[in-house]
């Protein structure tokens, strides 16, 4: 084929070498055909030519003012002048005077030179800006300076408006309801991130969901052992079948008087309850704050007598014994009320009987004990049939 129809851009099909369009002119053809001198470059294929011209030689179209159907400059719309290449030659150095002086406040002032000629803006408009050259004070002091500065003329710069200094949101971040939404916000984005595992408590990285859920069930299997071990059980109470009551002693016995009285019917003495503890259930030793003791008889429903027992230290895993001190008195209408003659026959003198054996009495113990360690005061009772009384009355007595 004797043309070659490609395109003559260089990125497209092979890296033509491009031409100055001002400076390098293209050789004539010396003919149509295939026949170029040995050792002569083959004339440049333009691609101007649309697919209908004529088979001439595409070294006939002027490169830069050729019109055709193809690819040319003038079919699209120039915006602006058309500036010619540069032929590796500055236009600046070659400007003759001094280079024009570049001022930043031409960019902000409107009536700064126009730099641009595109679409006839700036053409017939003149400069209109002159900077004003600055004024060296010739003052000695600073003040002298600033004087003189006043003198000199001022430069006025145009400079777009300011918006307005606070917006809304800001105004009200500035009050206390909204300071206070701004920490709510803060605290629901940090429970957020808490919740979701990102960050930890009080500002650890380490205290997170995961840590607290060990953390809380680490710290109830050591409540529970610490429980288990300090606090206190309610000891079993058992008392001495064969003296349940026994005679007291010291400055408690001297303490009450031992009396039976027909007129008026009453009597009173005083008694310790052998009682027997059991604190084997327990892993440190057990405290009573004070034990209370109320003695009724089963038979008539009658209160007969009052003891207390104070405070008190026992051993754990052991069986230790107590003596609850016990102020029996009981005041009756006449001699013949039973609970009267009961407890009369039963502390009588052994010698006023034939056989010389008093007959028993019966009495239900009632305790209630504060132990430390408890939240409450827990109760025990107790009732024991045939007790022997644990006074002895003289022969003669009433």
Request: glycine share 8%.
């Amino acid at each position: 084929m004797d043309y070659d129809r490609k395109s003559a851009v260089s990125s497209f099909y092979g890296a033509r070498r491009s031409i100055d369009a001002l400076n390098d002119v293209p050789e004539a053809s010396p003919g149509q055909g295939n026949q170029y001198p040995r050792g002569a470059a083959r004339p440049r294929a333009e691609s101007q030519s649309s697919f209908y011209a004529d088979r001439q030689s595409r070294t006939s179209h002027d490169v830069l003012n050729g019109q055709s159907a193809g690819y040319n400059a003038s079919s699209f719309f120039d915006a602006g002048r058309q500036e010619p290449l540069k032929g590796g030659r500055d236009e600046e150095e070659e400007a003759p005077g001094p280079p024009e002086t570049w001022d930043v406040f031409a960019d902000f002032n409107n009536m700064g030179p126009r730099y641009s000629s595109a679409f006839g803006v700036g053409q017939h408009q003149e400069t209109a800006y002159h900077q004003i050259p600055p004024v060296t004070p010739t003052g000695v002091g600073k003040v002298e300076a600033d004087n003189d500065s006043t003198l000199a003329p001022v430069e006025l710069v145009t400079v777009p408006a300011l918006g307005p200094e606070w917006q809304r949101s800001e105004m009200k971040q500035m009050t206390r309801s909204g300071r206070r939404e701004l920490k709510n916000e803060e605290r629901y984005a940090k429970w957020r991130a808490w919740n979701r595992g990102e960050t930890g408590l009080c500002g650890t990285k380490w205290f997170t969901k995961k840590f607290l859920v060990f953390f809380i069930f680490a710290w109830c299997g050591i409540a529970a052992i610490v429980l288990a071990i300090t606090i206190p059980r309610v000891p079993a109470l058992s008392f001495n079948s064969g003296t349940p009551l026994v005679a007291a002693t010291g400055s408690f016995n001297e303490s009450i008087p031992i009396e039976f009285s027909r007129y008026p019917a009453n009597f009173s003495f005083p008694a310790l309850a052998d009682i027997q503890v059991d604190t084997t259930s327990n892993i440190i030793p057990l405290t009573f704050n004070h034990i209370n003791a109320q003695v009724w008889y089963p038979s008539t429903n009658m209160q007969i007598g009052t003891g207390y027992f104070g405070k008190a230290t026992l051993p754990a895993k052991t069986f230790p014994v107590i003596q609850i001190p016990l102020n029996f008195s009981y005041i009756a209408p006449n001699d013949t009320d039973p609970t009267w003659v009961a407890w009369y026959n039963a502390c009588k003198n052994p010698a006023t009987y034939t056989t010389g054996v008093r007959p028993g009495v019966s009495f239900e113990l009632l305790l209630t004990m504060d132990i430390a360690g408890l939240p409450s005061t827990s109760t025990a009772s107790t009732q024991i049939a045939s007790a022997p009384c644990p006074i002895e009355l003289p022969v003669n007595s009433v």
